[in-house]
C-alpha cells in the first residue's frame, strides 16, 4: 500500500512519499500560511502526478502533521468562543491559579484569555468531589445560554463543569441541550477533552480545541474533499502530540491533541532511526530557525506525558501560557535556533536569545536587513556553515556582514570576534545540554549512556558540541533530515490514548472495578483505530497507570503489569515498577501507602518501517576544505568538506571533517571518526 | 582562544556555568513539588530550594521561589547554622533543620533545612531548602497567639540525619506533637530529597569543570552583581524618602513606617515610627522584614540579575527593638506575613517620587488571604487544610494590575477540585467583584468573592487570616484605593483574625481587596474604560462617577 506524508510548516510543506515498491521519494514546497490546504493540495498533486505509475490510487493513504492548531492559538485567530461552566466560576480562565511566573518582574501578564469575560456563562448544577449530584442540573439555564450564543453567532463553545472528570452525565446534557436549541455549533466537553482533575487546567485544554475547532475540522473537510477529486476514498490519517495517527473525523473533533504535531512526527521518525542504527534509546534533538526540540526516547518509544503549555506570554517562560493536559510525547522546547539573536546584558554578560531574526530580517549573514550576530553568523564565522553551498547553494550568504555583526557585539564584550562567536556556539550548546538533564531528571533517564539522533537545519552543526558536553558517544545525522517529521508520518502507528481517573488503593484493590474500567477503555480504543482501517484483531493494548502515594499531589506514570496473573503478583509487580521508577526519579523512597490515580490505554495499530538504502557512490566524496575552528585544537584549521550522499558505505574518515547534505551540515571535531551506515545514515563516534 | 573554565571573569564562562547553577536549584525544586504530600507545599509551592557558598552566601534560587524565603535563608546559615555547627562538627550525610522563626523565616510551620555538601572531605557548599509545614501543633495557625509557646513544637537547629542515618528521636518528637504526622513526615522527607538532588548535580558540575570549590566562581556571581546593584542605586538622587500605612492589626491600628535613605550606592529602610509589638501573632521578626525590603528594593532597581547575596549586600535595614518589625523573641508570630507583607507596596509609595514609572500600587495579594479548615469528618477522622485566596495586583505605570494575583508571595491557590477531597467543604462561588480594583490611569487589579458551605455533618472551624478590611490597598503617583476586603458569614460580618464555626449547611463569604491604582483616573483612555464595560470589570456608574465617561457603552455587561 502506498503512503503519502504531508508536514505542513511555517515555511515549507514537507512531503514524504512511499510507493507501491517500497520506494521512499521525498518534496518540499512553500508553504501558504493564509490557507495551508493549497500548499498540501499542491504537493500532493505534484507528486501523484510524478509517481502515476508506482502509486494505486485507490489504496493510497494520505497522512498529516499539521501547524493549523498551533498557529490558530499563537496567532490568535480562532473563532469568537463561548465558555459555560458550573455557575459561579465563570471567572476561572482570569483568576488562573493566582501564582506568578517570575519573582521580580513587577510587569508581568499573561495571554488574555480565549474567551471573554462577556462570553462566559454559567450553568446551575453542582457535582460533589465524590461524583454525586449536590444540584441538579437546571436545564432553562443552559437553554437561555444556548440562546445567547445564537443572538451573538458564537459558533465554538467549551463546556467544563466542577468534577465533571467524575461525573460527565452533566456535561453531556449541557451539549444535547445547547445543539437542540442551536444545531449549528459546535460543542467541546472537557470531560471528553481531557477527563482529568484539576478544573483550571482542564478548563484551559477544553477552550484551546473549542478556539480551534471550526478552523481544523473546515480544513479537514476541504482536503478530504480535494483528495476525493482525486480518487483517493480512504480518510487521512493525522499526527497527534502523543506520536499517533488518528482518522480525519477524531482530528476535527479534538484539535487540541494536534498542537504539537510536527514535533512529534519527528520524535517518531528519531525513534526510528535510532531502531535501524541498531540503537534501543536515543536522544533526538531537532534544531531548526527559532527553536530546538530534545526528546528522549527510552527503548524506542517516546515518553507521553501530560505536562504542556502553549502560547507564552514571555517566550519560554514556564507558567506563561495555557496549560494544556493532553497526551504529548514529552519533549523540551528550546528558545534557540540559527536565528536566536547575540546580545551583551546589563550585567556585561554574553546573552543567546530568546529574541529572533526569524526568517526576515534573518541572520546578519543572509544580508536581509539583520544587523545583530545570530548563532548561524557565529557557525559561518567559525567555519561550520559554508556560504557557498548554503541551503543547497539557493542563496547568497555573507562571511564579511556576519563578521561586521560580529564585531560589534565583540567590541562591547571587550573580547575577539572569534572568541566571540566561540561563545555564542558554545553557550547554545550549553543551553541545550542543560535542556536534556533536566528533561532527563523528569523522566528518570541518563542522558551520556544515549546516542543522539540529530536534525533540523542546525541540528548537525551543533550535535558534536552538545554531545561532548554531555558525555554522549554517538551522533546519528539521518538522511533526509530535512523532511525528518513527514518521514516519521510514514513509520507512525495509528494510536489513540484514552484515560479515566478513578483512585484505587492498593490496599482496597478492586480487581472487577479495574476490569470494567479497563475493558470500557480498549471497547473505546477499538472503535477510533478501527475506525482508521486497522484490523480488530492487529490491536494492542498498553495499559499505564499514574501512581502516587495516599497524601502526594504529583503522579508518575508506570506500567500495569499482566491483568491475568494472580491479584497477589499482580501488585507485588505494580508497586516494583512504582518503587522502582520513584527511586530513579527521587533519589529516596517513602513508607507510605500507594495509590492509583488515573488509568491510561494506548491503543495502537502496527508500525511501519521505512528505509532507503544508501546507494554508495564510486566518485570522489571531498567537495574541498575550509578553515574551521575546533575549541579541543585551539585554533583554526584547514577542514575537509564532504559530500555526505557520496560516502561509501562503512568507511572511517577521522575527524575534523564537515560534512554537508543539501539543507543541514554536520560537523565532525576532531575527537570524531565518522561513516555513512548502509542505511544512509552519518554515524559520528566520538573518542 | 578558549580561556580556561576557572577564569570566572570571562562574560562567557561565567553565564554557562552561573545558568547551571541556578539549573541544579531548579532541579531540586522539582523533586521537592513532586514528592510532596501536603496541598500547601504541593499545590501552592509555599517552599524553595537554595544553593549556598561555604561561607552560606547565596548562590543560586530556584526560579519559582517565595521572597521571603530567599533571603532568609542565607541569613540563618550565616547568622545561626554555620556558628553551631562549624565544619569539623558535621559530616557527610548530616541535614541540619530548625522551625525557629528567629532563626528561620517568623514562624512555626517553615522548616528551614540545611544539608553540606562535601567534595574530597571538605565542604565545599551547602544545599538549602524552607517548606511550610501544613501543621505544627498548637493552636491551628491562625493570629489569636499571645506568645510563640501557644503556637507550636520548636526545635532549635538539631540533626535530622547524623551521616545518613535518621535521628529518630527528632522525627518521633515532632510526629507526636503535630495533627498531621504522616504529612509532616512526608514533606520532611521531600526537603531531604530535594537538598540531596542539589549536593548530587553540584558534585557532577564541580567534577565537569575540574573545580574543586565554588568559592571563586562564588565570589565572580556575587561582585558582579553587587556591582549591578550599586550602579542602579547610584541612578537614584541621594535623600530620605518616607510614606506610612495603616493597617487593621489585630484589634488595634497597625502604623508601619518606613523612611528609605539612598546614600550613594548603597541604601537604608529605617522603620523607625512603626507601631510597637503586640500580645498576638502578627509580630514580624528581623529576618521576616529584612527580606521584604531587599525583596522590594530589587524589584525596582535589578529584576533581571538572578538573585544571589551580591544584590542583597548594599541594602540593610533597621527597625526599634520592641516594634511589630522587631518584636522580643517570646512574641507570638505566626500570622506575621499578615503585615510583613505590605512592606513592598509601602517601599514602594515611599519611592513613588523617585521612580514613579518602576513603582506599583498597593496588592491585595498583600497579605496573602487564609482559610486554615480543620474539624473532623463523617467517618471521625481529622482534617486541616489551608485554602489560599488572593486579591488584586496593583496597577503598574504601564498596565493594569492582574486580577487575583499573589503578591509579593508567591503562592498557586489548591485546585477546588483538590481541596474539595482533602476538606468536607463545598467553594460554592470564586469570582471576580466588578469595581474592586483602584481607578487610575491604570486599574488596579480585581479582587474576588469565594463562598464556602460546611458540608460535614460535624461543625467546621475556619482559622482566618485575613487584612485590608478597614484599611483599603492604596493607589501610587495618585491612583485610587481599591475597595477592601469583607468576611460574612450568614449575612453578618465576621472578625477578620478569628475563629469562624461553620454549622453544617453554613456558609461563609469572603472578599478579597482590589489593587489600588496607578495615576490619575481622569487620564485613562476613552477605549479601555469601554472594554473595561464590555468585560463587566468596572460597572456603568462607577465608569460614570469615577472615571468621568460620558458615552454610552456600545455592549452593555451581562
Known amino acids: 500500500m502506498a503512503k503519502l506524508a504531508f508536514d505542513t510548516g511555517g515555511t515549507f510543506t514537507d512531503f514524504a512519499l512511499l510507493d507501491d515498491t517500497g520506494a521512499l521519494h521525498l518534496h518540499k514546497v512553500l508553504s501558504t500560511p493564509k490557507n495551508p490546504a493549497e500548499a498540501v493540495v499542491q504537493g500532493v498533486s505534484e507528486l501523484l502526478e510524478q509517481f502515476s505509475g508506482v502509486i494505486t490510487i485507490e489504496d493510497l493513504q494520505v497522512l498529516g502533521a499539521t501547524t493549523v492548531v498551533t498557529n490558530a492559538v499563537l496567532e490568535r485567530k480562532g473563532v469568537e468562543t463561548g465558555f459555560v461552566t458550573t455557575d459561579g466560576f465563570q471567572d476561572m480562565l482570569r483568576i488562573r491559579n493566582e501564582g506568578r511566573y517570575d519573582l521580580y518582574d513587577l510587569n508581568i501578564k499573561y495571554p488574555d484569555p480565549l474567551v471573554t469575560r462577556a462570553n462566559s456563562y454559567g450553568a446551575a448544577e453542582r457535582i460533589a468531589a465524590d461524583g454525586s449530584v449536590m444540584t441538579e442540573l437546571k436545564e432553562e439555564t443552559v437553554r437561555e445560554i444556548a440562546g445567547r450564543l445564537k443572538e451573538k453567532g458564537i459558533r465554538s463553545v467549551a463546556v467544563c463543569l466542577l468534577h465533571a472528570y467524575k461525573y460527565p452525565q452533566h456535561e453531556q446534557r449541557v451539549a444535547a441541550l445547547l445543539r437542540e436549541e442551536y444545531p449549528d455549533i459546535f460543542v467541546s466537553l472537557s470531560s471528553d477533552v481531557c477527563p482529568e482533575m484539576r478544573e483550571f487546567d482542564r478548563a484551559s485544554t477544553t477552550v484551546v480545541n473549542a478556539y480551534t475547532r471550526p478552523q481544523m475540522a473546515g480544513h479537514v473537510a476541504h482536503l478530504q474533499r480535494e483528495f476525493a477529486k482525486k480518487g483517493i476514498d480512504r480518510q487521512v490519517l493525522w499526527m497527534t502530540s502523543s506520536g499517533g495517527l488518528v482518522p480525519s473525523r477524531r482530528a476535527a473533533e479534538l484539535p487540541v491533541r494536534l498542537i504539537e504535531s510536527g514535533p512529534a512526527a519527528g520524535a517518531v521518525a528519531a525513534a526510528e532511526f535510532g531502531r535501524i542504527a541498531g540503537e534501543g534509546s536515543v536522544l533526538s534533538f531537532d534544531m531548526g530557525g527559532t527553536t530546538a526540540k530534545l526528546c528522549l526516547i527510552p527503548n524506542g518509544e517516546p515518553t507521553v506525558g501530560t505536562d504542556l503549555e502553549v502560547a507564552h506570554y514571555q517566550r519560554f517562560r514556564k507558567g506563561s501560557g495555557f496549560p494544556l493536559k493532553i497526551q504529548s510525547i514529552q519533549m523540551i522546547e528550546i528558545g534557540a535556533g540559527g536565528g536566536s539573536i547575540a546580545a551583551r546584558n546589563p550585567l556585561g554578560l554574553l546573552d543567546v536569545g530568546p529574541r529572533s531574526a526569524g526568517a526576515l530580517p534573518g541572520p546578519a549573514a543572509y544580508q536581509r536587513g539583520g544587523t545583530e550576530p545570530t548563532v548561524t553568523d557565529a557557525d559561518i564565522l567559525l567555519g561550520y556553515m559554508g556560504t557557498e553551498s548554503f541551503v543547497g547553494g539557493s542563496f547568497k550568504v555573507s562571511k564579511d556582514a556576519a563578521r561586521e555583526a560580529m564585531a560589534k557585539l565583540a567590541g562591547s564584550l571587550d573580547v575577539s570576534i572569534d572568541r566571540c562567536a566561540w561563545g555564542i556556539h558554545d553557550l547554545v550548546n550549553e543551553s541545550m545540554g542543560k535542556a536534556a538533564a533536566m528533561h532527563a531528571t523528569d523522566l528518570g533517564v541518563d542522558p551520556r549512556s544515549l546516542p543522539m539522533v540529530a536534525f533540523g537545519g542546525a541540528g548537525p552543526v551543533h550535535a558534536y558540541g552538545i554531545a561532548r558536553k554531555l558525555g554522549i558517544k554517538r551522533v546519528i545525522c539521518p538522511t533526509g533530515a530535512g523532511v525528518t517529521s513527514a518521514i516519521g508520518l510514514l513509520i507512525a502507528p495509528v494510536a489513540v490514548d484514552l484515560s479515566a481517573s478513578h483512585p484505587m488503593a492498593v490496599d482496597a484493590w478492586d480487581v472487577d472495578g479495574m476490569n470494567r474500567l479497563l475493558d470500557d477503555l480498549a471497547a473505546q480504543g477499538a472503535e477510533v483505530v478501527s475506525a482508521a482501517g486497522v484490523a480488530k484483531e492487529t490491536i494492542t493494548n498498553r495499559y499505564t497507570v499514574d501512581m502516587r502515594h495516599v497524601g502526594q499531589g504529583h503522579e508518575i506514570t508506570v506500567a500495569l503489569p499482566d491483568r491475568s496473573l494472580p491479584k497477589e503478583a499482580f501488585l507485588r509487580q505494580l508497586l516494583e515498577n512504582f518503587y522502582k521508577l520513584y527511586r530513579e526519579l527521587f533519589g529516596r523512597t517513602v513508607a507510605a501507602s500507594v495509590e492509583v490515580i488515573t488509568w491510561r490505554l494506548r491503543a495502537s495499530g502496527e508500525k511501519d518501517q521505512v528505509t532507503k538504502p544508501h546507494e554508495s557512490q564510486v566518485s570522489d566524496a571531498r567537495k574541498g576544505s575550509r578553515q574551521v575552528y575546533f575549541q579541543e585544537l585551539g585554533s583554526y584549521t584547514e577542514t575537509t568538506v564532504y559530500d555526505h550522499y557520496k560516502l561509501p558505505v562503512n568507511q572511517e574518515i577521522k575527524g575534523p571533517a564537515i560534512v554537508e547534505q543539501r539543507e543541514s551540515t554536520a560537523v565532525v571535531g576532531p575527537c570524531g571518526v565518522f561513516h555513512v551506515d548502509a542505511n544512509g545514515n552519518l554515524v559520528i563516534n566520538i573518542l | ?558
Not at chain 2, 6 to 15: S, Y
Not at chain 2, 275 to 283: G, K, P, T, W
Not at chain 2, 332 to 344: D, E, F, M, Q, W
Not at chain 2, 365 to 383: E, F, H, K, L, S
Request: aromatic share 6%; proline share 6%; glycine share 10%.
Open chain 2, 1 to 558: 582562544m578558549s580561556k580556561p573554565a576557572t577564569d570566572f571573569n570571562d562574560p562567557i564562562n561565567l553565564q554557562v556555568m552561573w545558568n547551571r547553577l541556578i539549573f541544579i536549584a531548579d532541579q531540586a525544586d522539582n523533586v521537592l513539588g513532586k514528592t510532596a504530600f501536603s496541598p500547601i507545599v504541593r499545590e501552592n509551592h509555599d517552599y524553595v530550594t537554595v544553593l549556598l557558598d561555604s561561607r552560606g552566601r547565596a548562590l543560586a534560587q530556584c526560579t519559582w521561589s517565595i521572597p521571603v524565603f530567599i533571603t532568609s535563608l542565607p541569613a540563618a546559615a550565616q547568622k545561626y547554622f554555620l556558628p553551631k555547627f562549624p565544619v569539623e562538627t558535621i559530616q557527610d550525610g548530616d541535614v541540619l533543620a530548625t522551625n525557629d522563626p528567629e532563626i528561620g523565616t517568623g514562624h512555626l510551620p517553615d522548616v528551614t533545612m540545611i544539608t553540606p555538601i562535601f567534595k574530597n572531605g571538605k565542604v565545599v557548599a551547602y544545599a538549602g531548602s524552607i517548606a511550610h509545614l501544613p501543621d505544627i501543633g498548637g493552636a491551628p495557625l491562625h493570629s489569636e497567639a499571645s506568645d510563640i509557646f501557644e503556637e507550636g513544637i520548636r526545635f532549635p537547629i538539631v540533626k535530622l540525619l547524623k551521616a545518613g542515618v535518621p535521628n529518630q528521636d527528632v522525627f518521633d518528637i515532632i510526629a507526636a506533637s503535630v495533627r498531621l504526622p504522616t504529612e509532616v513526615q512526608g514533606d520532611l522527607e521531600s526537603m531531604i530529597a530535594a537538598n540531596n538532588v542539589m549536593g548530587r548535580e553540584l558534585l557532577k558540575f564541580l567534577d565537569e569543570y575540574g573545580l574543586d570549590n565554588v568559592d571563586g566562581l562564588a565570589d565572580a556571581i556575587h561582585s558582579r552583581s553587587e556591582a549591578q546593584t550599586r550602579k542602579a542605586i547610584r541612578d537614584w538622587p541621594n535623600g530620605t524618602y518616607s510614606a506610612e500605612v495603616l493597617l487593621d492589626g489585630y484589634d488595634v491600628d497597625v502604623k508601619l513606617k518606613a523612611s528609605v535613605i539612598v546614600r550613594d550606592d548603597s541604601i537604608h529602610v529605617d522603620y523607625t515610627g512603626t507601631s510597637d509589638q503586640v500580645l498576638h501573632s502578627i509580630n514580624c521578626r528581623t529576618n521576616y522584614r529584612y527580606a521584604h525590603s531587599v525583596y522590594a528594593l530589587k524589584c525596582l532597581l535589578d529584576p533581571e540579575t538572578p538573585n544571589n547575596e551580591g544584590c542583597i549586600v548594599p541594602i540593610t535595614d533597621e527597625a526599634p527593638l520592641g516594634s511589630i518589625l522587631n518584636p522580643q523573641p517570646w512574641t507570638a508570630g505566626n500570622s506575621r506575613n499578615l503585615i510583613g507583607h505590605v512592606i513592598p507596596s509601602l517601599i514602594f509609595r515611599a519611592l513613588e517620587g523617585v521612580v514613579p514609572n518602576k513603582v506599583m500600587g498597593d496588592s491585595g495579594g498583600a497579605p496573602i488571604w487564609a482559610a486554615n479548615c480543620v474539624g473532623q469528618r463523617d467517618d471521625g477522622t481529622q482534617y486541616g487544610s489551608v485554602q489560599n485566596f488572593h486579591g488584586g495586583q496593583g496597577a503598574r505605570a504601564e498596565f493594569d494590575g492582574l486580577d487575583t494575583l499573589s503578591f509579593p508571595s508567591n503562592c498557586k491557590v489548591t485546585a477546588i477540585e483538590m481541596f474539595e477531597i482533602a476538606v468536607p467543604v463545598l467553594t460554592e462561588r470564586k469570582e471576580l467583584i466588578a469595581d474592586s480594583g483602584g481607578a487610575g490611569k491604570h486599574r488596579g487589579g480585581l479582587g474576588q468573592r469565594v463562598v464556602l458551605r460546611n458540608l460535614g455533618r460535624a461543625p467546621m472551624s475556619i482559622y482566618l487570616a485575613s487584612e485590608r478590611v478597614r484599611h483599603p490597598c492604596f493607589g501610587v503617583v495618585e491612583g485610587q484605593n481599591g475597595t477592601a476586603g469583607k468576611v460574612i458569614k450568614e449575612g453578618k460580618p465576621q472578625f477578620p483574625k478569628g475563629k469562624v464555626t461553620l454549622k453544617t449547611g453554613e456558609r461563609l463569604e469572603v472578599e478579597t481587596p482590589g489593587g489600588g491604582g496607578w495615576g490619575r483616573a481622569s487620564e485613562r483612555s476613552v477605549e479601555i474604560i469601554e472594554q473595561d464595560l464590555a468585560e463587566g470589570l468596572i460597572t456603568p456608574k462607577a465608569a460614570k462617577t469615577v472615571y468621568g465617561y460620558k458615552g454610552t457603552p456600545a455592549v452593555a455587561a451581562e
